[in-house]
């Protein structure tokens, strides 16, 4: 999905989703000749070695930024553990191996995403920064824990998330939830809320029936 943009260095061309940016600035922090803001192009992949460029594209919480090595460098690892960090007022970042399946049917394998949890983003699931414009107000806080163990036969390492129409998204799983000072929850099956009313975030309570949210 999304307008993707690619910037090519020496040894690594790197992709840039447009939709998905929420302007964490991770990359600008990191690695400010090769990510600014002020300059077009904003990407030079040519002012830094592709290994710390690389390095610095995984810090980028939203999936926005990625890369390609085309000098048979590493590409970039997958956690050993599945996450999703509350940001207080603001969307859940996953990171791990994941696998999203989107509205279509379409599967996306991910690393890092940033899913919003206001309940208005214009490209659900993924997060626009719409909780800015509308004043979306959520602690880093973690409710009562609805996350199960799911029995099954055969391990699991991924994290498949699914939507439910007009409800909540699904987790199957392994994963650690964390937010702020609370204590981590993990589980490996649960329902997160995503039309932002639930009153067990980030969990769902079925407040989606109450307040008619609708989303594919």
Same mark, same amino acid.
């Given at each position: ?113 940033? @899913?919003? %949890? #206001? !309940?208005? =983003?214009?490209? *659900?699931?993924?997060? /626009?920064?719409? $909780?800015?414009?509308?004043? +979306?107000? &959520? ?52 329902? @997160?809320? %995503? #039309? !932002?009313? =639930?009153?067990? *975030?980030?969990?769902? /309570?079925?407040? $989606?029936?109450?307040?008619? +949210?609708? &989303?594919?």
């Amino acid at each position: 999905m999304g307008q993707i943009r690619e910037y090519e260095g020496e040894g690594i061309v790197v992709r840039y989703d447009v939709r998905r940016c929420i302007h964490a600035e991770e990359c600008v922090h990191g690695l400010p000749d090769v990510f600014d803001p002020e300059r077009r192009p904003w990407i030079d992949a040519g002012a830094a070695p592709a290994d710390r460029i690389a390095a610095v594209v995984c810090q980028c919480p939203t999936g926005a930024l990625s890369f390609e090595r085309t000098d048979g460098g590493p590409a970039e690892p997958v956690m050993p553990h599945n996450q999703i960090r509350v940001e207080a007022n603001g969307p859940l970042y996953v990171s791990g191996d994941v696998e999203l399946t989107l509205p279509d049917g379409d599967v996306q394998r991910e690393t890092r995403i940033a @899913l919003c %949890r #206001c !309940g208005d =983003s214009k490209i *659900k699931p993924y997060c /626009d920064n719409t $909780h800015l414009e509308t004043g +979306f107000t &959520a602690p880093a806080f973690l409710g009562e824990s609805k996350l199960r163990e799911e029995e099954s036969e055969e391990e699991q390492t991924s994290l498949r998330l699914s939507l439910s129409p007009n409800g909540s998204i699904r987790m199957l799983g392994p994963v650690t939830i964390v937010a702020g000072d609370s204590e981590p929850q993990t589980g490996s099956r649960g329902f @997160l809320c %995503r #039309c !932002g009313q =639930s009153q067990n *975030k980030p969990y769902c /309570d079925g407040s $989606h029936k109450r307040v008619g +949210f609708e &989303a594919l």
